[in-house]
T-cell receptor, first 115, second 111 residues
C-alpha cells in the first residue's frame, strides 16, 4: 500500500514569490492534515480536513496561506506571498478519521527555503 | 503554540541501555500518542494510550500516562543504534480533537 505522497520534496524560492505543495493521502483516509515543522521543533497543525471540509483552520495564517481539498482526496497548500519566516518543512498526514485516536500517517514533507 | 513539553531535550546513551523520555501537557486529553522521526523515514507512529489507560506496552516500548499530573513517559528498553531519532508526544485535546505535538526529545544511541 502506498503511503502519503508529497511533492515537491524541496523548494527554494525568493521572498514574495508564491509556492504550492501537493499531498495525496492514503487511499480511504477521510482526514487530512497539513503541519508546519520548524527546525528543532515538533509539527504544528495548520489545517485539518474531514473529507473536503476544513474542520480546523484556526492556525492557518489566512492572509497568505490557503488550502483546498477538492473531492476529498488530494490537497494543495499555497503560500502567497512567501516570507522569510515561512522557511520550514511542510508535512502532510492522513488518518482514517480525525477523532477516536486514529494513527496519523505522515508523508516525507516538503522542505521550503525562502531567500 | 505547542502544548507538549518534552524532557530531556536531548539524551545520549549506550546501546543496550534503557532510554526514558517524558512529556507534559496542559489540558484535558482524549489520548496521547508517541511518534518517532528520523531523516530516513520521517514521522512514524509508535504507540497510543487513551486517557483511561495508565500503561501500555508494545515490543520494547512502554508508555505510562498520569492524567492527574498531565504527564506521560516513554521507555525504550535495550536500546539499539537504530533507535537514534527524535521522539515526539502528541496529545488529542478533549472536545476539539486537535492534535498538539511536543517539542521532542533527540535520542542518540551509541554503538
Amino acid at each position: 500500500e502506498a503511503g502519503v505522497v508529497q511533492s515537491p520534496r524541496y523548494k527554494i524560492i525568493e521572498k514574495k514569490q508564491p509556492v504550492a505543495f501537493w499531498c495525496n493521502p492514503i487511499s480511504g483516509h477521510n482526514t487530512l492534515y497539513w503541519y508546519r515543522q520548524n527546525l528543532g521543533q515538533g509539527p504544528e497543525l495548520l489545517i485539518r480536513y474531514e473529507n473536503e471540509e476544513a474542520v480546523d483552520d484556526s492556525q492557518l495564517p489566512k492572509d497568505r496561506f490557503s488550502a483546498e481539498r477538492l473531492k476529498g482526496v488530494d490537497s494543495t497548500l499555497k503560500i502567497q506571498p512567501a516570507e522569510l519566516g515561512d522557511s520550514a518543512v511542510y508535512l502532510c498526514a492522513s488518518s482514517l478519521r480525525g477523532t477516536g485516536g486514529n494513527e496519523q500517517f505522515f508523508g516525507p514533507g516538503t522542505r521550503l527555503t525562502v531567500l | 503554540s505547542q502544548q507538549g513539553e518534552e524532557d530531556p531535550q536531548a539524551l545520549s546513551i549506550q546501546e543496550g541501555e534503557n532510554a526514558t523520555m517524558n512529556c507534559s501537557y496542559k489540558t484535558s486529553i482524549n489520548n496521547l500518542q508517541w511518534y518517532r522521526q528520523n531523516s530516513g523515514r520521517g514521522l512514524v507512529h509508535l504507540i497510543l494510550i487513551r486517557s483511561n489507560e495508565r500503561e501500555k506496552h508494545s515490543g520494547r516500548l512502554r508508555v505510562t500516562l498520569d492524567t492527574s499530573k498531565k504527564s506521560s513517559s516513554l521507555l525504550i528498553t535495550a536500546s539499539r543504534a537504530a533507535d537514534t531519532a527524535s521522539y515526539f508526544c502528541a496529545t488529542e485535546t478533549s472536545g476539539t480533537y486537535k492534535y498538539i505535538f511536543g517539542t521532542g526529545t533527540r535520542l542518540k544511541v551509541l554503538a
